[in-house]
């Protein structure tokens, strides 16, 4: 197999199925976090979540779809780099491997790259999208019983970073807390509804 067949074949992978798959997967852990999280904010908020909410839909919709492109993307690049590393190192080599050489060498380089795709992948669901999804449902459900203001709670703990400690116990918005669920990955960052006392004290403040 000549480099450019190998060019080829990562611009010819079905890669349309592949982020149908994994959306297929993805889709039902997300709706299910986000309802949790919903449930959990109805908690503190004092009210009810309502999870065929249009916008929550809406919201769902393109959120999933972003992730999954993002997704994609990132492993066409990963493949690619693979694929042009070989090439770029057989084409240097003073006798270079067979085009049969060559195809192996790349298929070992990917499977070796990607032996814990499927770890990492649930790595992420369970930490950083996990903390993401959850802060959404959360959110919702605060607008949803009329709460318009959060207390960021972040920061101030082992691995914390200077931007989540230095909104640790700001309040914001709830479009800006939806806007920034999280400052990086498995960031704990968390949003506690303002009272009318919190918003008069900030107030006070400025």
């Known amino acids: 197999m000549t480099p450019e067949q190998l060019r080829r074949l990562l611009v010819t992978f079905p890669w349309a199925q592949w982020s149908e798959t994994l959306r297929a997967e993805y889709e039902p852990l997300y709706r299910d976090l986000l309802a949790r999280g919903g449930q959990a904010g109805a908690v503190d908020a004092g009210g009810v979540f309502t999870a065929d909410d249009p916008t929550i839909a809406a919201f769902s919709d ?3 779809g972003d992730l999954i492109v993002e997704l994609q993307d990132t492993t066409k690049d990963r493949v690619s780099r693979l694929i042009e590393d070989a090439i770029t190192a057989a084409q240097a080599a ?3 491997p067979t085009p049969f050489e060559l195809g192996t ?6 499977r070796e790259e990607f032996a814990g795709y499927e770890r990492w992948r649930a790595d992420r669901i369970a930490r950083t999208e996990t903390a993401r999804v959850y802060n959404h449902g959360a ?3 605060y607008h949803q019983n009329d709460i318009t203001h959060v207390i ?3 920061g101030n703990h082992p691995g914390s ?9 700001e309040i914001w918005t709830i479009e800006e807390a939806q806007a920034n669920p999280l400052e990086h990955p498995q960031c704990v960052r968390s949003f506690q509804p303002a009272t009318a006392e919190d918003l008069a004290a900030a107030e006070a403040e400025e």
């Open 105 to 110: 060498a790349i298929r070992d380089a990917v």
């Open 152 to 154: 960021v709670s972040d």
């Open 94 to 96: 003073e006798s270079g």
């Open 161 to 169: 970073c200077e931007e989540c400690d230095a909104v640790d116990g």
């Open 62 to 64: 393109r959120y999933v």
């Open 139 to 141: 959110l919702f459900a």
